[in-house]
């Protein structure tokens, strides 16, 4: 062998060593792994171009989408490398799956660019929709996806368990109680309309369902593997429920603070404030879900883009207020959540969590 070709050799045994390290690690500390390139992902990009989009560039779209899908695509990386195993069965539903979600992906996120954002149908509106749309694809690809690790961390979202009733209750929960809300603030004098806007018609009703299919592309497969299915059976392998929604609710606000300050959902400090205490209270309810549905991802995929198109259409008032905290009061009762779940539970993930303080007892 000579000299050059030994002095490589090394270089790559070192690099395969460092590599080799390097996923050990992550196995070890599956948690902050998550947390910290899931974070790094998302603010270094939406940083960076965020100010590009905002400043007139709109072809900068499908990567501050790429920043918006930072929680699945890391959770799906890190699923593939903890238990790396040979690849099992047919590629052909992943790739099936993909061109159908990609067409209709494509479709869902032009519609919900001119109905609801405004914009001129024109040949850069319809490449953004189209190149965007390979992200909700791949994810929902990935749920038939031949690597064993993978397909095991997706498989809840075709293979719910539990009873069905969650299922329709995920999709419902929250604007019934803020619908119910509004009624009961009437009762007692204080008159909210129900909804946002102040013409309500068939085309309100359109921009809401396509809304609704855009969440379902957007956060249900953006973050949903993630927060949910990734990081929140692990934080209850060692954590109770409450507390577990209660460091999850605080990771998942502040993921957000690329959009909220300075981007493209600014807003002002009070109202950022009240929103993220709103995420901490609803994110028990996810929990609550999630572990009623043992360990269902699809269940927290459907009340995702529910609660994002409630926010949109209807309005807050004190009496939604008052039923949200006593709803939340009733399920923490209920089921006695500041209890930790046991092993066995299929909403618990035995994974490495020593990289985490221990428990109080």
Do not use: C
Not at 264 to 271: C, G, I, L, R
């Amino acid at each position: 062998m000579s000299q050059g070709n030994g002095v490589l050799y090394q270089v790559l045994r070192e690099g395969m060593k460092a590599m080799s390290n390097l996923v050990e690690t992550l196995k070890r500390h599956q948690l902050l792994a998550y947390f910290g390139l899931t974070y790094l992902m998302t603010w270094v990009i939406e940083f960076t171009v965020q100010p590009m989009y905002m400043g007139g560039q709109r072809w900068v779209a499908p990567l501050i989408t790429l920043g918006i899908f930072a929680p699945a695509l890391v959770s799906i990386g890190l699923s593939a490398l903890i238990k790396p195993q040979p690849r099992q069965g047919s590629r052909k539903p992943a790739i099936l799956v993909f061109f159908s979600v990609w067409t209709l992906a494509s479709l869902v996120i032009i519609a919900n660019l001119i109905l609801n954002q405004q914009m001129d149908l024109s040949p850069l509106l319809v490449s953004v929709g189209v190149i965007t749309a390979l992200l909700p694809a791949f994810v929902a690809s990935s749920i038939f996806s031949t690597i064993p690790g993978v397909r095991s961390h997706l498989r809840t979202y075709i293979h719910p368990r539990g009873s069905w009733g969650y299922y329709p209750l995920a999709l419902f929960v929250l604007p019934a109680i803020w619908l119910l809300g509004n009624l009961l603030s009437r009762a007692l004098g204080m008159v909210t309309p129900f909804f946002r806007s102040p013409v309500v018609d068939l085309k309100l009703l359109a921009s809401a369902t396509v809304m609704f299919l855009y969440n379902v592309a957007y956060s249900s497969l953006s973050e949903e593997p993630g927060w949910r299915g990734f990081a929140l059976p692990r934080l209850q392998a060692k954590f109770s429920p409450l507390v577990a929604s209660l460091i999850l609710g605080v990771l998942w606000s502040f993921w957000h603070v690329p959009f909220k300050f300075g981007g493209m959902d600014a807003a002002s400090p009070a109202d950022i404030l009240v929103e993220w205490i709103l995420i901490l209270l609803v994110n028990i309810i996810f929990t609550w879900l999630f572990n009623r549905t043992q360990g269902s991802i699809l269940v927290a995929a459907l009340i995702h883009p529910a609660m994002n198109v409630m926010g949109s259409f209807l309005n807050a008032s004190l009496g939604a207020l008052v039923l949200l905290f006593g709803f939340i009061a009733f399920i923490i009762a209920r089921d006695k959540m500041w209890r930790k779940l046991p092993v066995e539970s299929l909403a618990v993930i035995q994974g490495s969590v020593e990289d985490l303080p221990p428990a109080a007892a």
